[in-house]
């Protein structure tokens, strides 16, 4: 029986016996590599395309439709941060009726969970300033949302449980 493979074949005692010279082995190998480097780029995107899950103004919809807002969410650029990291999406601040008088609160997006994590980094390192009132923070996927320090652990609560029902 005799099968053939490409330019090799297969011998009586069922050996195949390849004719290809090196350049064409070669070839082959740097195809195979050059496939697996595709196929990691295309997981590499996928994986970045889905940490950008939600924008904050989702976090803003979702916290209205559950009266956790006093008013709608107000654009904040981008200069007007003390500390922006790369990657920073959007952000917008917000009233709570429990302390209209202050910032009630901020929700940012963030395309990569590196520039997630430095901004909770600066957020949990005001903690305890004088003139730092936004210290509590939830994060849900792609999303920072930092709360005003003179909200009850109740109020906390009811924006970590709304903001989880974002699926």
């Known amino acids: 029986m005799s ?5 090799g074949h297969t ?5 195949v016996v390849c004719n290809c010279n090196e350049e064409v082995m070669l070839e082959m190998k740097v195809q195979k590599v050059m496939y697996i480097l595709i ?10 395309e889905e940490f950008a899950r939600w924008s904050a103004d989702d976090a803003l919809e979702v916290f209205q439709e559950n009266d956790l807002l006093l008013e ?15 990657h920073l999406e ?10 209209e008088e202050q910032v009630g609160g901020k929700v ?7 520039s997630l994590n430095d901004m909770k980094d600066y957020f949990g390192n005001l903690e305890g300033e004088a003139d730092s009132i936004l210290t509590k923070t939830i994060q ?8 005003n320090e ?3 652990d109740k109020e906390f609560h009811q924006f970590k449980d709304t903001l989880q029902t974002l699926e």
């Open 39 to 48: 196929g990691c780029m295309v997981l590499l995107s996928a994986c970045s």
């Open 3 to 7: 099968i053939l493979f490409g330019s």
């Open 140 to 147: 849900h996927d792609n999303l920072l949302v930092v709360l």
């Open 90 to 99: 959007e952000a917008f601040a917000f009233s709570i009726p429990s302390v």
């Open 11 to 15: 011998r009586k005692d069922n050996r």
């Open 150 to 152: 003179n909200l009850t």
């Open 72 to 86: 709608e969410g107000t654009t904040i650029k981008k200069e007007e941060l003390g500390h922006v990291p790369e």
């Open 108 to 114: 940012f997006s963030f395309t990569t969970e590196e």
